[in-house]
């Protein structure tokens, strides 16, 4: 049964109606299934587009037809079929009946398929598809073969599972390069949601993954691989990325091998030859020097800061004023803004280091109007978030993984985040784009900046930079007034006092 979409079903308009039952093929049988030949969700239930919103097909029909439909019941198949849409075969019910209906038809599935229960206190649920399941830690496992096959296997894995731990494969049966993938990606997955890791990084660690899939193949036990294997691979990544990102996906590979080990699904680490190493320094070097310098002048600033919508300038001004990057910008909570004392307290997301920054005049006022315009968000746990994107969703990934119906990340592998994309529109329409300039570009340009005043510390603590020294192991805070100094710096160098904005005073640090 379809899970309920918690929405009243709008007026359906005589031309929405007339093109709805365009989409339904009757066959002339009014008694039989009316099944939809229109658009289908990924659980194989009809939808049709009305009113801005999808909603299921079955649901639109039944209410059609002048019936209710209330927000807190289900419109549900009594012929057990997703794309039928007649009436006849329409039925409301609650929550418990829904339930108890879906059971109740897997079980005659089951048995269908020949899959029951052998004796009343088996552990395993039959489907009908043929196999068996389990739900353990709030995800369903499958089992195949018979159900003496799928009781032993049961109990090879049983401890590991419960235990929350990843099970070790059996003994003639070497986990694969597709298999310590999967296992892996699970196990940081749930970092991600106890938030220890970005989405981003994951994202990372899936593309990495990727590739050792497409490189080496899915079956390939984990254990055979060779130096040439890794050879081979090192080659088609160099094809494809950077010096920099080479060497970041060799280290990927290195600790996706070392987390196999400790996680005792292999015996020994796969030997990857010396040619399996990142790129020399001077490599690296010369590739920067190739890129160009990774910084923006004062006058590209403000034709951007002219240029760029509401909700991207408030960005640049925050990247620019307090050194924030993409994932900053997207992560940024209201309650971490004092705009009338205009203050910003902002952990990095990262890697939770302090920051603390005055914000210019301009920043407020940008980030007033910002929040003010800001679309109503989708999820309402993203309600305090300072920027939303016109899809009503956050500006960058480190929102949970979203997973489809058996708890698999569903769309989670990486993607360009809004503020990377909208940020390179504008780049383009200014004819300002070069190879190796993005958003993280404004955090070079206010440490160049800024640096030039001389106090590294309070640069420093705005960037939400680690102090590894002594000093910094006994540096309890640092006085507003050099905060204060080192982004007047950058902003007199953004806007020189010719200018009129900054004729403007600043008191007290507000706005």
């Given at each position: 049964?379809?899970?309920l979409?918690?929405?009243?079903?709008?007026?359906?308009?005589?031309?929405?109606?007339?093109r709805?039952?365009?989409?339904?093929k009757?066959?002339?049988?009014?008694?039989g299934?009316?099944?939809?030949?229109?658009?289908?969700?990924?659980k194989?239930?009809?939808?049709?587009?009305?009113?801005?919103?999808?909603?299921?097909?079955?649901r639109?029909?039944?209410?059609?037809?002048?019936?209710?439909?209330?927000a807190?019941?289900?419109?549900?198949?009594?012929?057990d079929n997703p794309?039928?849409?007649?009436?006849?075969?329409?039925?409301?019910?609650?929550?418990?009946?829904?339930?108890?209906?879906?059971?109740?038809?897997?079980?005659?599935?089951a048995?269908?398929?020949g899959v029951?229960?052998?004796?009343a206190?088996?552990?395993?649920?039959?489907r009908?598809?043929?196999?068996?399941?389990?739900?353990?830690?709030?995800?369903?496992?499958?089992?195949?073969g018979?159900?003496e096959?799928?009781?032993?296997?049961?109990?090879?894995?049983?401890?590991?599972?419960?235990?929350?731990?990843?099970?070790?494969?059996?003994?003639?049966?070497?986990?694969?390069?597709?298999?310590?993938?999967?296992?892996?990606?699970?196990?940081?997955?749930?970092?991600?949601?106890?938030?220890?890791?970005?989405?981003r990084s994951?994202?990372?660690?899936?593309?990495?993954?990727?590739?050792m899939?497409?490189?080496?193949?899915?079956?390939?036990?984990?254990?055979d691989?060779?130096?040439?294997?890794?050879?081979?691979?090192?080659?088609?990544?160099?094809?494809?990325?950077?010096p920099?990102?080479?060497g970041?996906?060799?280290?990927?590979?290195?600790?996706?091998?070392?987390?196999?080990?400790?996680?005792?699904?292999?015996d020994?680490?796969p030997?990857?030859?010396?040619?399996?190493?990142?790129?020399?320094?001077?490599?690296?070097?010369?590739?920067?020097?190739?890129?160009?310098?990774r910084?923006?002048?004062?006058a590209?600033?403000?034709?951007?800061?002219?240029?760029?919508?509401m909700?991207?300038?408030?960005m640049?001004?925050?990247?620019l004023?307090?050194?924030?990057?993409?994932?900053?910008?997207?992560?940024?909570?209201?309650?971490?803004?004092?705009?009338?004392?205009?203050?910003l307290?902002?952990?990095?997301?990262?890697?939770?280091?302090?920051r603390?920054c005055p914000l210019?005049?301009?920043?407020?006022?940008?980030?007033?109007?910002?929040?003010?315009?800001?679309?109503?968000?989708?999820?309402?746990?993203?309600?305090?978030?300072?920027?939303?994107?016109?899809?009503?969703?956050?500006w960058?990934?480190?929102?949970?993984?979203?997973?489809?119906?058996?708890g698999?990340p569903?769309?989670?592998?990486?993607?360009?985040d809004?503020?990377?994309?909208?940020?390179?529109?504008?780049?383009?329409?200014?004819?300002?784009?070069?190879?190796?300039?993005g958003f993280y570009?404004?955090?070079?340009?206010?440490?160049t900046?800024?640096?030039?005043?001389?106090?590294?510390?309070?640069?420093?603590?705005?960037?939400?930079?680690?102090?590894?020294?002594?000093?910094?192991?006994?540096?309890?805070?640092?006085?507003?007034a050099?905060?204060?100094?080192?982004?007047?710096?950058?902003?007199?160098w953004l806007f020189p006092?010719?200018?009129?904005?900054?004729?403007?005073?600043r008191?007290?640090?507000?706005?």
């Open positions: 049964m379809p899970t979409k918690s929405r009243v079903i709008p007026p359906i308009s005589k031309a929405d109606a007339d709805f039952w365009s989409l339904v009757r066959d002339g049988n009014d008694l299934c009316w099944n939809w030949a229109g658009s289908v969700n990924s194989g239930y009809g939808r049709f587009f009305v009113g801005g919103k999808h909603y299921y097909a079955h639109l029909a039944w209410s059609m037809q002048g019936r209710e439909t209330p807190n019941l289900f419109i549900c198949h009594t012929c794309l039928c849409v007649n009436p006849h075969h329409l039925m409301m019910a609650d929550a418990a009946t829904n339930n108890a209906d879906a059971k109740h038809k897997r079980n005659l599935k048995k269908r398929a029951v229960k052998p004796r206190d088996y552990p395993l649920t039959p009908g598809d043929g196999r068996w399941c389990k739900k353990i830690r709030g995800r369903i496992h499958y089992f195949t018979t159900a096959e799928a009781l032993e296997e049961w109990l090879r894995v049983k401890d590991d599972m419960l235990a929350g731990r990843t099970p070790r494969p059996k003994d003639d049966d070497r986990i694969a390069v597709d298999g310590l993938a999967n296992a892996f990606l699970t196990a940081k997955r749930e970092r991600v949601e106890a938030g220890e890791m970005a989405a994951w994202g990372d660690y899936h593309a990495t993954c990727a590739a899939v497409e490189q080496f193949g899915k079956g390939r036990a984990v254990a691989l060779r130096p040439e294997d890794f050879a081979a691979l090192r080659k088609t990544l160099a094809k494809r990325v950077g920099v990102r080479l970041n996906e060799i280290q990927r590979v290195r600790s996706i091998l070392k987390w196999a080990f400790e996680s005792e699904l292999i020994v680490p030997r990857t030859g010396p040619e399996f190493k990142k790129p020399a320094k001077h490599v690296v070097r010369k590739a920067r020097a190739d890129v160009g310098p910084m923006f002048e004062a590209d600033l403000q034709a951007m800061l002219k240029a760029a919508p909700q991207l300038r408030a640049i001004y925050l990247g004023n307090a050194g924030l990057g993409n994932n900053d910008c997207g992560s940024l909570r209201l309650h971490n803004v004092d705009l009338a004392k205009g203050w307290d902002f952990p990095r997301p990262k890697t939770g280091i302090p603390r210019w005049p301009e920043t407020v006022e940008a980030l007033r109007k910002a929040i003010a315009e800001r679309p109503e968000p989708i999820d309402s746990t993203n309600g305090d978030r300072a920027f939303i994107t016109a899809d009503r969703v956050p960058t990934g480190d929102a949970k993984l979203k997973r489809d119906e058996n698999d569903a769309g989670a592998g990486p993607r360009v809004a503020v990377t994309k909208a940020f390179r529109r504008l780049l383009d329409s200014l004819d300002l784009h070069r190879r190796g300039l570009t404004l955090r070079h340009v206010f440490e900046v800024a640096g030039a005043i001389g106090d590294q510390v309070a640069v420093d603590c705005v960037m939400g930079h680690a102090d590894h020294t002594m000093a910094g192991h006994y540096r309890e805070r640092i006085d507003d050099r905060l204060l100094a080192v982004v007047e710096h950058v902003r007199r006092p010719t200018t009129k904005r900054n004729r403007k005073t008191k007290g640090g507000a706005a």
